[in-house]
């Protein structure tokens, strides 16, 4: 992971800068070029881990190896010291400062895209940035951070289940609410239709004869709330779903039919429509689809 990513950076930067630099850049502890001349050493001064994305651990899919497999993210330091041969010549020292900054500063290099070669690399970086060029003596003549993800190389991905049946599922929207009567307090139960652009659904699997086939849209979950969130105070029904907070209406053709008795003073309500899958113990409701104001009178 780190050494790897140490050697790279060094190959990249000794191709890249000028002579007497050019190829004369070495891993810290390394040994050192042939003959005399000046050398520029690198090496990881720290790292400190990432928030994930969206706080997701996920395995990643990275270069190498074509399944997932989980990696480290991490904040990498690395520090650059120029040597010059004889040591201490200041000017040799501020020359090879300013060859690694323009360097540094070339855009592959920035990108990181430079740093990327065929094969199982231990990582895969996001960018290099310029931290801070020293100023004390025991500071590295030039200090980059790097952010990406790193593992060990030669760790083989792991496969994930294959999916073997899946359901798509399309409604258009928007969506049309069509009332049967007006909403009185006290009122009897009123015919309501739910109307959608248009419905779909396909059916497809895996395997010999796996072709898409088209199959019905299935249901859509109705929730009644107040204007603070909580369950309204009116009563939805269908044929499918007895009276309560939600109930799931079955959508044929392009719209679901249910009823909406209203309660026994004037309210202003909100009816909202929700994706639904599975029945039973597997039903489970999903994303917002549309949501309608029903208003009582006295």
Do not use: K, N
């Amino acid at each position: 992971m780190l050494t790897e990513l140490e050697s790279r950076l060094a190959d990249v930067l000794g191709a890249a800068l000028p002579a007497p630099f050019g190829g004369r850049v070495r891993r810290r502890g390394a040994a050192g070029p042939a003959g005399a001349g000046p050398v520029v050493r690198l090496g990881v001064q720290g790292y400190r881990p990432l928030e994930p994305d969206v706080f997701s651990t996920r395995p990643e899919v990275g270069a190498g190896a074509p399944t997932l497999r989980r990696v480290v993210r991490l904040h990498v330091t690395i520090g650059l010291d120029v040597t010059t041969d004889p040591p201490g010549d200041r000017l040799g020292e501020l020359a090879g400062t300013d060859a690694l900054l323009f360097a540094l500063q070339e855009p592959a290099v920035r990108s990181a895209s430079a740093l990327v070669a065929p094969g199982d690399q231990g990582f895969r970086l996001d960018g290099i940035e310029l931290l801070e060029v020293g100023t004390q003596d025991d500071d590295p003549d030039v200090l980059v951070g790097a952010e990406g993800w790193f593992w060990p190389v030669g760790v083989p991905g792991q496969d994930g289940r294959a999916i073997a049946h899946a359901l798509v599922r399309e409604v258009r929207l928007p969506m049309r609410l069509t009332l049967g009567g007006a909403l009185v307090a006290g009122g009897a139960a009123v015919a309501c239709d739910l109307t959608f652009g248009a419905t779909g659904a396909l059916d497809v699997a895996d395997g010999p004869g796996g072709t898409p086939t088209t199959a019905p849209f299935g249901a859509v979950a109705l929730r009644l709330l107040d204007d603070g969130g909580g369950p309204g105070a009116g009563v939805l029904d269908t044929a499918a779903s007895p009276p309560g907070t939600t109930v799931v209406a079955t959508v044929e053709a392009d719209g679901a039919a249910f009823t909406y008795t209203p309660p026994a003073a004037a309210a202003r309500e909100h009816l909202v429509v929700l994706a639904q899958a599975g029945t039973g113990a597997d039903a489970r409701t999903g994303m917002e689809l549309a949501r309608f104001d029903l208003v009582v009178t006295p």
